[in-house]
């Protein structure tokens, strides 16, 4: 099942803190921005993005609601 989330990344630590989040998955997850799609669980991939605008979070795989609740501060 796939989830897509709506998020925004602040700043450095936020995305540290994303990857950190995300690679406890086993399943893929990816972070949109309009037509470019990156590895989410990639710092460098992830600061190819314009981070200044809101990003797509897709996760292509079943998520805990604790796992969710991990993502809350980067939701909008």
């Given at each position: 099942m796939k989830e897509n989330i709506k998020i925004r990344l602040r700043d450095v630590m936020a995305v540290k803190d994303l990857v950190n989040i995300v690679s406890q998955l086993s399943c893929p997850v990816k972070l949109i921005y309009q037509d470019q799609e990156?590895?989410?669980?990639?710092?460098?991939?992830?600061?190819t993005l314009d981070l200044s605008?809101?990003?797509?979070?897709?996760?292509?795989?079943?998520?805990?609601?604790?796992?969710?609740?991990?993502?809350?501060p980067f939701m909008l």
């Open positions: 990156v590895d989410a669980k990639s710092i460098m991939s992830i600061f605008d809101e990003l797509e979070l897709e996760i292509d795989g079943d998520c805990s609601p604790e796992f969710l609740d991990q993502l809350k």
